[in-house]
């Protein structure tokens, strides 16, 4: 996507254009699933929870925040190195909510969600998230940190 179609998209979306939303979703929304879908992993856990929950509360988060203006993008690979990133920590999030309440997860079911979250945990993934963070911190005002 060229730079300048980009800026307008983010634009709009920050502007809470319904077309530019759509348009986001449209361009983004099948490598979100895609990411979800890859963290998931075992069909054990996949079982119990969806690549469409973490997509729509993917989106849901972004579009709240974007409308907020709390990002700075101005290139596509931005993007999706923060949808990337927003994907995995919802990914791992919802993992552990229910490992922790153990809804309808079998004992060897347990130990390939602890299997997910050491994969999705893994040190590359790890310096990535310290990477998202460092940056997202960084954009933070002294009352938000």
């Known amino acids: 996507m060229e730079t300048q179609k980009f800026l307008t998209l983010v634009q709009g979306v920050r502007a809470g254009d319904d077309q530019a939303c759509t348009e986001l979703v449209r361009d983004y929304g099948p490598y979100v699933m895609r990411v979800a879908r890859n963290r998931l992993g075992c069909s054990a856990v996949r079982a119990i929870l969806d690549a469409d929950d973490i997509h729509q509360s993917v989106m849901r ?5 974007a409308s907020d203006d ?51 945990r893994g040190p590359a993934a790890l310096a990535s998230h310290r990477d998202d963070v460092a940056h997202v911190v960084n954009r933070l005002n002294n009352a938000e940190k």
């Open 61 to 65: 988060s972004f579009f709240r925040r």
């Open 70 to 120: 709390q990002y700075v993008l101005t290139e596509p690979s931005q993007l999706i190195r923060l949808l990337t990133a927003m994907t995995r920590n919802k990914t791992v999030d919802k993992v552990r909510i229910h490992a922790k309440s153990k809804s309808s997860i079998t004992m060897d079911s347990e130990q390939k969600v602890g299997e997910v979250v050491d994969v999705v």
